[in-house]
């Protein structure tokens, strides 16, 4: 697997079980922001209705302020500056004319997620459909792997695939693993070093990260877990990782974080085990001149 920058870490794992078919559990229904009812095959209101709030640019949902231009063609405030001002359909200037009638008649409308395609067959009013897709359970994730600005995004079990055949990310069953990082020259750290491998437990997926970063001017290696789910799903397990050598030992206890939380967010909290290169070198052993640090852990659903 080839780190986004810096030196290559050699990740050798020990893992206590053998490789296994991937399930995916179901995700949980979320119970946030409920519909109204289930989406019927034609939306509520006039047929075709709802086809007038299609911003002819983007091809979204229309919410106010809704703009047109003084033929009456329409188009969403974001689009509006992307064609500088200028009407999509005659090439008039758009101005600052706001279609009030549109926007009223929005109001009375029930429309179906814009993830339907994925699996939501709930509709909502106008007004709080725009909420529910922020929170929508089936809305799309990004793609976990912080070695490069990577744009796929889809559902865990597409996800999980593109980790193994795109990116050649290790897979592992088992909630138990022991890893050891190998570097051959620990005096150099630069951002984006990191290494991450799959787990697949308990009917879930966790990444586990490793990377080696400057906090200020002192050089860390941190390692930490993300979950491959929603964060209520989260906040159901719970991790160790522990290192050790040289007759030392260093421990950190905590709650994988969701992949909804991008990589940056949690590297940058520091929420994870973090240690200094001079303490590494000393788990390390040796004359310092290579780090071998060897990471133990394991991940528990907790009893709610």
Sequence with gaps: ????????????????????????????????????????AVVGGKPGVHELLECPVCRSVM???????????????????????????CHQELGNIRCMALEKVAELLELPCRYQFLGCQDIFPYQSRLRHEQNCRFRPYNCPYAGAECSVTGDIRSLVSHLKDDHNVDMHDGSTFNHRYVKSNPQEVENATWMLTVFNCFGHQFCLHFEAFNIGMAPVYMAFLRFMGDDHEAKRFSYSLEVSGGGRKMQWHGVPRSIRDSHKTVRDSLDGLIIQRKLALFFSGGDGQELKLKIAGRIWKEQL
């Excluded at 920058?5 to 079980?17: F, H, I, K, P, W």
């Excluded at 296994?20 to 119970?31: L, M, R, V």
């Excluded at 231009?69 to 689009?79: L, R, V, Y």
């Design 1 to 40: 697997m080839a780190p986004g920058g810096g030196g290559m870490y050699r990740d050798v794992v020990e893992s206590r079980t053998a490789l296994a078919d991937y399930g995916i559990a179901p995700t949980e229904t979320d119970s946030r922001n409920p519909p109204s009812r289930k989406s019927p």
């Design 63 to 89: 919410y106010p302020p809704i703009h047109q231009c003084s033929s009456g063609h329409t188009i969403c405030f974001n689009c509006k500056t992307k064609v500088h001002n200028i009407c999509p359909i």
